[in-house]
């Protein structure tokens, strides 16, 4: 059993800047990607930013320069620093992570954190 829990939104000005952070628990053997995506009303999901396991990244094109993904695998967790943030980025925010388990093994499975909301005020 994993779990994901996603923390780190809330209300910010334009400009402002916010870190989102996910971590994962459970019986975890690896993981390989880690990544960001978000989904703003009437929107279908779209990617933010991946990361993986040797710390190679992407952006979405909308993103580069302002958001920063990064993590620490000694606490299963990927962050993502925004900053210069504008009222488009306004969105709900979740992270997936591919993950290798002890029943999944050698394969990975996608795991889901719960969203948290980003509001962005002009």
């Known amino acids: 059993q994993v779990h994901l829990v996603e923390s780190g939104g809330g209300l910010v000005q334009r400009g402002g800047s916010l870190r989102l952070s996910c971590a994962a628990s459970?019986?975890?053997?690896?993981?390989?990607?880690m990544g960001w995506y978000r989904q703003a009303p009437g929107r279908q999901r779209e990617l933010v930013a991946t990361?993986?396991?040797?710390?190679?990244?992407d952006y979405a094109d909308s993103v580069k320069g302002r958001f920063t993904i990064s993590r620490d695998n000694a606490k299963n967790t990927v962050y993502l620093q925004m900053n210069s943030l504008k009222p488009d980025d306004t969105a709900v925010y979740y992270c997936?992570?591919?993950?290798?388990?002890?029943?999944?093994?050698?394969?990975?499975?996608?795991?889901w954190g719960q969203g948290t909301q980003v509001t962005v005020s002009s």
């Open positions: 997936k992570q591919e993950i290798v388990t002890m029943s999944s093994h050698p394969m990975a499975d996608d795991y």
């Open positions: 459970g019986s975890i053997l690896s993981i390989l990607r």
């Open positions: 990361i993986t396991g040797d710390a190679t990244t």
